[in-house]
Nanobody
Framework: VQLQASGGGLVQAGGSLRLSCAAS????????MGWFRQAPGKEREFVAA????????IYADSVKGRFTISRDNAKNTVYLQMNGLKPDDTAVYYC????????????????WGQGTQVTVSS
């Protein structure tokens, strides 16, 4: 599967953005999907993940209550709705896919999108 992330941008603290990740191929519904982020000088970190049919989700503690992951298998797309953005959320955001399930670790995923920049100003 090939993944293409979009929707990043510059937003003020407290604002919202919705990221999208479009997947190629006809087997998208068999993939668990995740969002990760990487700030300059830091390791890539887990943000959120969703099971193949969207029944289950997991979140990093730092984004719980502010971010929501969802998916539309008919559109081969996974979303990350980000509300209440903070300057600490500034990073490049990556979507990832795995046929083995959904995970909160980088090594759980085999397929990665190219990343989209999110910048939150104070």
């Amino acid at each position: 599967v090939q993944l293409q992330a979009s929707g990043g941008g510059l937003v003020q603290a407290g604002g919202s953005l919705r990221l999208s990740c479009a997947a190629s191929g006809r087997t998208f519904s068999s993939y668990g999907m995740g969002w990760f982020r990487q700030a300059p000088g830091k390791e890539r970190e887990f943000v959120a993940a969703i099971s193949s049919y969207g029944r289950s989700t997991i979140y990093a503690d730092s984004v719980k209550g502010r971010f929501t992951i969802s998916r539309d298998n008919a559109k081969n797309t996974v979303y990350l709705q980000m509300n209440g953005l903070k300057p600490d959320d500034t990073a490049v955001y990556y979507c990832a896919g795995s046929r083995r399930g959904y995970f909160n670790t980088v090594r759980g995923y085999d397929y990665w999108g190219q990343g989209t920049q999110v910048t939150v100003s104070s």
